[in-house]
T-cell receptor, first 112, second 113 residues
Framework: NAGVTQTPKFQVLKTGQSMTLQCAQD?????MSWYRQDPGMGLRLIHY???????DQGEVPNGYNVSRSTTEDFPLRLLSAAPSQTSVYFC???????????FGNGTRLTVT | QQQVKQSPQSLIVQKGGISIINCAYE??????FPWYQQFPGKGPALLIA?????SEKKEGRFTISFNKSAKQFSLHIMDSQPGDSATYFC????????????FGQGTTLQVKP
């Protein structure tokens, strides 16, 4: 099993550019989420989804969009990149409440 | 506002010692409290978790202590080993909002040989 796959692993953007971070899971998990990890801030929830067609905002949603058209995929879109979005982004999935979150290995994004 | 507060930010322990990481929360609706372990370059992975109906849970060298009245919980790593060197995150979620797991700020643990 591949688990949770994130692409790309590294990305450099210029301010104002847009891009999509890809996330796919092959465990048939209903729940998927995106986090960003910054030093001293821990993991902060950006957006999450409890099933195909259902998404909701997390703690830091501004500047990001998501959609969930299939169970497997949960892409994260940066509409107009800003230096404040320089971070490591993690996608995660789980079977639901009380179940372990399975994380991908992250995407390191730098916005110049 | 950080819903889950974690301390210390970093911790250095000698091999064989006890590592203790503390977390506090405000929202009494939280009813699931996991701890995650992260090694450099990897995503976090579940280490151990507790529900508020028990005060302690032990798995091998790892123990969670839970104090519902104080709204605090802690991770104890007994006989700490260099291989335990990692970043540890506490987290919390509620059954009424199952997709939303909130993490603390993280603790970087270094176990010296």
């Amino acid at each position: 099993n591949a688990g949770v796959t994130q692409t790309p692993k590294f990305q450099v953007l210029k301010t104002g550019q847009s891009m999509t971070l890809q996330c796919a899971q092959d465990m048939n998990h209903e729940y998927m989420s995106w986090y960003r990890q910054d030093p001293g801030m821990g993991l902060r929830l950006i957006h999450y989804s409890v099933g195909a067609g259902i998404t909701d905002q997390g703690e830091v949603p501004n500047g990001y969009n998501v959609s969930r058209s299939t169970t497997e995929d949960f892409p994260l879109r940066l509409l107009s990149a800003a230096p404040s979005q320089t971070s490591v982004y993690f996608c995660a999935s789980s079977r639901g409440y009380n179940s372990p979150l399975h994380f991908g290995n992250g995407t390191r994004l730098t916005v110049t | 506002q950080q819903q889950v507060k974690q301390s210390p930010q970093s911790l250095i322990v000698q091999k064989g010692g006890i590592s203790i990481i503390n977390c506090a929360y405000e929202n009494t609706a939280f009813d699931y409290f996991p701890w995650y372990q992260q090694f450099p370059g990897k995503g976090p992975a579940l280490l151990i978790a507790i529900r508020p109906d028990v005060s302690e849970k032990k798995e091998g060298r790892f123990t969670i202590s839970f104090n519902k009245s104080a709204k605090q919980f802690s991770l104890h790593i007994m006989d700490s080993q260099p291989g335990d060197s990692a970043t540890y995150f506490c987290a919390a979620s509620m059954s009424s909002n199952t997709g939303k797991l909130i993490f603390g700020q993280g603790t970087t643990l270094q176990v010296k040989p």
